[in-house]
């Protein structure tokens, strides 16, 4: 599960960000294996752009490092996507 939350601020309110607070939003991410939560803070900008399929999300988003960017995209926290990789590997 992935939450998307920037208080005060939608990119379909017709409001523009003024302020350098509204260019960071956070990410709640939820891992559907071992339920363990992580909070990301990202470029807004840069998460908008991977969401709409402007940017592959390493070009739009490149200050989060693999296990951040994986638990975007699929939602595994590290440890969990590991194992799912090794099992993978044995079938």
């Known amino acids: 599960m992935i939450q998307i ?3 005060g601020w939608h990119p379909h309110s017709g409001c523009q960000p ?10 709640f991410t ?6 363990g939560e992580t ?3 990202v470029d807004r900008d840069g998460l908008i752009a991977w ?12 200050e989060l490092d693999d ?3 994986e638990m ?3 939602g595994l926290c590290p440890k969990c ?5 090794e099992e993978k590997e044995e079938e």
């Open 5 to 7: 939350q920037n208080p």
């Open 18 to 27: 003024t302020s350098p607070l509204f260019m960071i939003t956070q990410v």
């Open 30 to 35: 939820k891992c559907p294996k071992c339920y």
């Open 39 to 41: 909070i990301l803070s």
């Open 51 to 62: 969401r709409e399929g402007h940017q592959h999300i390493q070009d739009a988003l490149p």
């Open 67 to 69: 296990d951040q960017r």
């Open 72 to 74: 975007l995209i699929t």
């Open 81 to 85: 996507w590991k194992t799912v990789m």
